[in-house]
């Protein structure tokens, strides 16, 4: 049991103070128990900085204020030499994007069971950052789930997305609970974020809607219509 304790930080503290205060060591005896409560805060520091960087994976299927807010302000040197280099492609990069959501728009349209991205009549121009499809009326979360999963078989990286605000962990403080908005929750329950960038080619478009047509049919919905 003894060396079992020596997992634990307080194991090591505990040895360091018995040296100190019983055994009447100065600070040079108590070296190596200091040594190891450093290294014990150092791990436990780049732990807690990694879980505040960054949601965790549950926390991804939406833009949400989690459980406990990430500080997002680690951006190393690397990182912003990359992203000022993606800024001078900017035109070309936003170019590509709507090629894809060009391909996607046209492969939709031939499923009933799919509603593309709703772009308001008084809009000139939009830039998705994710290319967020809806399912018809007649899907429900779990066949919208299931479908997901029939997508990530073939492997493709789809998500049910997103989760609405108030059903997220801060509004759930605040009193809010499944049920407070039964509109946002219907329409979330049906929107499935697609592959978007801009390395997509056409037949991988076609093949993902394909598929996702027939994962419609297994799970029973058929060709639902808004």
Known sequence: MDQLSLVTPHAHALRGFDTLLIDGGGVMDILPQAGILLGFAVVFFVVAMRRFRA??????????VGSSAP??????DMSAALGLAQLRRLEEILEKRKLIEHYYFKHVKSFEGIKDPFIGPEVDEVHWFLYVVHLGTRFSKSS???IVEDLLVEKVEAAAYSNPLHTQRRYFDYGYRRGSFLVAEKVSDRAVAM????HLQERQIAFIVQTMKEASINVGAGAAIY
């Open 55 to 64: 949601h965790r994976p549950s926390e991804r299927a939406s833009v949400v």
């Open 71 to 76: 500080y997002q302000a680690a951006m190393s």
């Open 144 to 146: 919208r789930d299931s």
């Open 195 to 198: 592959p978007f960038h801009v």
